[in-house]
T-cell receptor, first 115, second 114 residues
Framework: AQTVTQSQPEMSVQEAETVTLSCTYD???????LFWYKQPPSRQMILVIR??????QNATENRFSVNFQKAAKSFSLKISDSQLGDAAMYFC????????????FGSGTQLTVLP | DTEVTQTPKHLVMGMTNKKSLKCEQH?????MYWYKQKAKKPPELMFV???????INESVPSRFSPECPNSSLLNLHLHALQPEDSALYLC?????????????FGPGTRLTVT
């Protein structure tokens, strides 16, 4: 069974600084997708970034980037130039390709941005 | 329009009540999902509809009954709920049910069972 582990229940970062949220996963699949979702206090969850396992290049979306280490089964999220609006619960999620199996979420990391 | 709407935003119901949650999207998505989320926990998948047919039921108790009247609308009918069913209920949709498609989430309905 797939598992997703986020070992940091809470993190804080100073505004304009950089923070990295960690995520590890366990799977026997070779092809899959990894996601970072953000859920602000208003509760609407949005997709921050997505990585396809067969792509070696790390995904980047503006200030958000990932460090994908397939052999180590690690998928960390780096937020650069942190803004107050980045404060949220961040969930790492996994989903195998070519399968009806759905998203497996990690337990989440609550990020606080300090002014 | 990348919006999934859910009504009501909040719902309080007794254990003998019957109520329904509604979810709507107009993005032409053919897959729709219901999730249950407890405070400070990740969402838990309940149901998946693909092309208006129920494709996944994650062993959800029968007091939760989903319905997909058309490709834009998803309902969750509630009957004889228990206090432990109190949670945030999230709806999501995606272009298709395969992993390559992003899921768009609604804001949720905060349900309290008294």
């Amino acid at each position: 069974a797939q598992t997703v582990t986020q070992s940091q229940p809470e993190m804080s970062v100073q505004e304009a600084e950089t923070v990295t949220l960690s995520c590890t996963y366990d799977t026997s699949e070779s092809d899959y997708y990894l996601f970072w979702y953000k859920q602000p206090p208003s509760r609407q969850m949005i997709l921050v970034i997505r990585q396809e396992a067969y792509k070696q290049q790390n995904a980047t979306e503006n200030r958000f980037s990932v460090n994908f280490q397939k052999a180590a089964k690690s998928f960390s999220l780096k937020i650069s130039d942190s803004q107050l609006g980045d404060a949220a619960m961040y969930f790492c999620a996994y989903r195998p390709s070519g399968s009806a199996r759905q998203l497996t979420f990690g337990s989440g990391t609550q990020l606080t941005v300090l002014p | 329009d990348t919006e999934v709407t859910q009504t009501p935003k909040h719902l309080v119901m007794g254990m003998t009540n019957k109520k329904s949650l509604k979810c709507e999207q107009h993005m032409g998505h053919r897959a729709m999902y219901w999730y249950k989320q407890k405070a400070k926990k990740p969402p838990e998948l309940m149901f998946v509809y693909s092309y208006e047919k129920l494709s996944i039921n994650e062993s959800v108790p029968s007091r939760f009954s989903p319905e997909c009247p058309n490709s834009s609308l998803l309902n969750l009918h509630l009957h004889a709920l228990q206090p432990e069913d109190s949670a945030l209920y999230l709806c999501a949709s995606s272009q298709g049910a395969t992993p390559s498609y992003e899921q768009y989430f609604g804001p949720g309905t905060r349900l309290t069972v008294t």
